[in-house]
């Protein structure tokens, strides 16, 4: 008995799906080609505004200093910006300071203090001022934001500078280094114990500064 012949009709019906399946796969394909021209900008940007925000974290996150004993940091902070805030003017000596001034303590009104501190290898100058201009704007519209003391370490090597600012959002004083000190060669345990010491002693010993 012979086998029976396979439908033809039913072949064509296969084969015309199978077509119709091919011709929709290469269509969504197509399509989502076009797709990825079409928002190559915007995915380029997005992505490079996503590595610039993680880069800036990074920096920020990098010049913060973590201070171990909070409470002890923001008392000194808060009594040494105080009597920064109230020192007299010292008049800068001539070009030299004053472009040291205008490149370190910008709102200061040449009220600036000089203090020797050893680090352990022998004392350096230690020069320490109170963004004073931008506080007293602030304190004109009753606000008590822009607490800012900023601290500049001069030995015969280089010159690492820091600022100590208060947080409103935290009501804490947060300590960091300049983005110009950002390649510092030093552990923020450095910097953390000895700046407190250093605001610590402001009140005392920066009555009556000397010009620098």
Not at 74 to 82: H, I
Not at 106 to 119: H, K, L, S, T, V
Not at 161 to 167: C, T, V
Not at 184 to 195: C, F, L, V
């Amino acid at each position: 008995m012979s086998e029976p012949k396979p439908d033809r009709t039913e072949m064509w019906k296969a084969l015309k799906w199978t077509a119709i399946l091919l011709i929709c796969l290469l269509g969504c394909v197509g399509i989502y080609k076009a797709w990825q021209v079409a928002t190559a900008p915007a995915r380029a940007v997005s992505g490079a505004a996503d590595t610039l925000k993680s880069s800036a974290n990074a920096v920020i996150n990098r010049l913060d200093v973590p201070v171990p004993k909070q409470r002890r940091f923001d008392r000194a902070a808060a009594k040494a910006f105080a009597a920064l805030n109230t020192l007299e003017e010292t008049p800068s000596d001539g070009v030299k300071t004053r472009g040291f001034r205008l490149a370190n303590f910008r709102g200061a009104q040449d009220r600036i203090c000089e203090m020797p501190y050893d680090f352990g290898s022998g004392p350096v100058p230690v020069f320490i001022a109170a963004d004073n201009s931008a506080h007293e704007a602030a304190k004109a519209i009753g606000s008590k934001a822009d607490r800012l003391i900023r601290i500049v370490i001069v030995s015969p090597e280089e010159t690492l500078g820091l600022n100590a600012e208060f947080d409103e959002a935290t009501n804490m004083w947060v300590l960091g280094w300049r983005p110009s000190s950002i390649n510092k060669p030093y552990p923020d345990s450095w910097a953390a114990e000895p700046i407190t010491q250093i605001l610590s002693r402001v009140p005392k010993t920066c009555v009556n500064p000397k010009p620098l």
